[in-house]
């Protein structure tokens, strides 16, 4: 099992431009879930995917969204990027909580670092 | 707001210590609060979790504290080794969907 696989792994882009990030979430698992970490903070929650459907969605402009494709594997895009948008984007899979215990573990993936100059 | 708070920021411990991590939160909608290990270049890693009806849980080296009235929880590692020496997040959840982070704490253990 290979785990959560995150493409590509860095990424410079330039303000203003478009970028679209790539996540296979873990064999088995229905469900995907984006963060953004800044340097030297901890993750924070940008919006999860179940069923092709976004689920819940954190304090993020419109700027960002996503798509989850049938095989469940699923997309960021962030657009008109910042230069606060530099970060490290991790991306989290799990099999579908719903929304009572016992809750199932989130496996992230290593990330994609993004640089935007 | 930063809903889940976290420290110390970095923390030093001797080979054969005991590492400690506290986070705070105010959110009681929170019901589950697992710890996460972040090594460099990689995801982190779930290490441990709780839920607020247990005031401790320990899995081999590793005790989550957890004080509902105070709505505190620490993390505590025994005899703490140099492969320990990452960085740890707290976190909180309401519905095990979305998660709240703290902002983490270096932690090196010198041999």
């Known amino acids: 099992d290979a785990g959560v696989t995150q493409s590509p792994t860095h990424l410079i882009k330039t303000r203003g431009q478009q970028v679209t990030l790539r996540c296979s979430p873990k064999?088995?698992?229905?469900?995907v879930s984006w963060y953004q970490q800044a340097l030297g903070q901890g993750p924070q929650f940008i919006f999860q995917?179940?069923?092709?459907?976004?689920?819940q969605r954190g304090n993020f402009p419109d700027r960002f969204s996503g798509h989850q494709f049938p095989n469940y594997s699923s997309e960021l895009n962030v657009n008109a990027l910042l230069l606060g948008d530099s970060a490290l984007y991790l991306c989290a899979s799990s099999w579908s909580t719903r929304g009572h215990y016992p809750y199932n573990e989130q496996f992230f993936g290593p990330g994609t670092r993004l640089t935007v100059l | 707001q930063q809903q889940v708070k976290q420290s110390p920021q970095s923390l030093i411990v001797q080979k054969g210590g005991i590492s400690i991590i506290n986070c705070a939160y105010e959110?009681?909608?929170?019901?589950?609060f697992p710890w996460y290990q972040q090594f460099p270049g990689k995801g982190p890693a779930l290490l441990i979790a709780i839920r607020p009806d247990v005031s401790e849980k320990k899995e081999g080296r590793f005790t989550i504290s957890f004080n509902k009235s105070a709505k505190q929880f620490s993390l505590h590692i025994m005899d703490s080794q140099p492969g320990d020496s990452a960085t740890y997040f707290c976190a909180a959840s309401p519905t095990g969907n979305q998660f709240y982070f703290g902002t983490g704490t270096s932690l090196t253990v010198i041999p």
């Open positions: 064999s088995g698992h229905d469900t």
């Open positions: 959110n009681t909608a929170f019901d589950y």
């Open positions: 995917y179940y069923e092709e459907e976004e689920r």
